[in-house]
């Protein structure tokens, strides 16, 4: 019985049989003249994992096989169509108010594309220092510096590069960028 619990307590994320379904009909009009039903995109269909503490899981699959859409599903961008989706035992469906907030300060999503996710105008201190910002988890000019310089470290990166832009960055340090970021509340 303690084991079970300790097990349970360690669980981080918890997805039970999510899934995701599209409507990608053509418009109510077209579709009355033309005599055609509806059209469901069944992006995401029954998945289920656990992620403990320590544990690292890795989405794997063809292009279109619904790894963006079940990880929009758990940051909470995509609510599922079914199934649940659980943070440190948290239903995401039915946290409101303050657990809300401070479960969203906790989860990142780092995109495919760090290009695309990164404003060419910002510098790389001002990309990280957003969400630090937004989040108020600093307010001291000090600190948010401090804590854009020790991230930077953290992701094997100068905090000179911080005066920089996007553009002076390969890929791989883009998504290091954005991997800053998201560890920097």
């Known amino acids: 019985m303690q084991a079970e619990a300790k097990t349970q307590q360690s669980v981080l994320v918890r ?22 039903p509806k059209t469901i995109l069944k992006a ?4 289920s994992f656990e992620i403990r503490r320590g544990e690292t ?6 292009s ?3 790894k963006s859409t079940t990880a929009r599903m758990l940051v909470g961008l995509h609510k ?3 199934g649940r989706v659980e943070i440190n035992g948290l239903d995401m469906a039915t946290v409101k108010g303050k657990d809300a907030k401070e479960l969203h300060n906790k989860i ?17 201190g001002r990309i990280i220092a957003e969400p630090i910002i937004a989040q108020k988890v600093l307010t001291d ?12 470290w953290l992701v094997n990166m100068s905090p000179e590069d911080k005066f920089r832009y996007p553009h002076q960055f390969s890929g791989g340090q883009r998504q290091r960028i954005s991997i ?6």
């Open 64 to 66: 279109g096989c619904g």
């Open 80 to 82: 599922p169509t079914f």
């Open 180 to 185: 800053a970021r998201s560890i920097a509340i």
């Open 44 to 47: 995401v269909d029954g998945v």
């Open 108 to 124: 990142q999503m780092i995109f495919q594309d760090p290009y695309a996710s990164l404003n060419p105008r910002w510098s790389v």
């Open 15 to 36: 997805v039970q049989n999510i899934g995701k379904y599209f409507d990608v009909s053509a418009p109510l009009l077209n579709r009355l003249i033309e005599r055609k």
């Open 141 to 152: 000019k000090k600190e948010i510096q401090d804590r854009i310089d020790s991230v930077l």
């Open 57 to 62: 899981l890795s989405l794997v699959g063809e």
